[in-house]
T-cell receptor
């Protein structure tokens, strides 16, 4: 099992550019999440999905969009990148059992200049 | 939202036990207690979770107070690889309340 795979690992964007962070999981998990982590801080939830076709906002959704067309994939879209979006982005997945743990990807380090 | 309180940092010596405390005085009856850790430059890693009873796995033990208002993550023999930020999180029931909300955690340093 690969678990949760994120691509790319690193990216530098110019202000105003757009990009998609990819996330895929092979555990057949219904729930998927996107978090961001600024230096020295905890993780903040951006968006989450409880299944294909269903997405909802988390704590810090502004400037981002998501889609969930399949169980496996949960891409995060940044439109009009801003320096405030410089962060490390983590994707995670979990089963519907709230007693189960999350599995996290290794992260995408994004710098907006 | 149910929240947790953890010390900002703790130190331990290698090969000694470590007890990481967490207070969650507003926990509800259906909240699970989850612990995650984050090694430097890595994504968070699930450690253990519990509801009411103490739990053990290959990584750690979780001791839950009888009134569930606090819990303790126990690393039986700390190694240098255990140096990380440890997060204690309550996972609530259903909908957005089932999402993990991270605080700042406890930064554990392990001295050789």
């Amino acid at each position: 099992n690969a678990g949760v795979t994120q691509t790319p690992k690193f990216r530098i964007l110019k202000i105003g550019q757009s990009m998609t962070l990819q996330c895929t999981q092979d555990m057949n998990h219904n729930y998927m999440y996107w978090y961001r982590q600024d230096p020295g801080m905890g993780l903040k939830l951006i968006y989450y999905s409880v299944g294909a076709g269903i997405t909802d906002k988390g704590e810090v959704p502004n400037g981002y969009n998501v889609s969930r067309s399949t169980t496996e994939d949960f891409p995060l879209r940044l439109e009009l990148a801003a320096p405030s979006q410089t962060s490390v982005y983590f994707c995670a997945s979990s089963s519907v059992d709230r007693g189960s743990g999350y599995t996290f990807g290794s992260g995408t380090r994004l710098t907006v200049v | 939202d149910a929240k947790t309180t953890q010390p900002n940092s703790m130190e331990s010596n290698e090969e000694e036990p470590v007890h990481l405390p967490c207070n969650h005085s507003t926990i509800s009856g259906t909240d699970y207690i989850h612990w995650y850790r984050q090694l430097p430059s890595q994504g968070p890693e699930y450690v253990i979770h519990g509801l009411t009873s103490n739990v053990n796995n290959r990584m750690a033990s979780l001791a839950i107070a009888e009134d569930r208002k606090s819990s303790t993550l126990i690393l039986h023999r700390a190694t240098l690889r255990d140096a990380a930020v440890y997060y204690c999180i309550l996972r609530s029931y259903g909908g957005s309340q089932g999402n993990l909300i991270f605080g700042k955690g406890t930064k554990l340093s392990v001295k050789p």
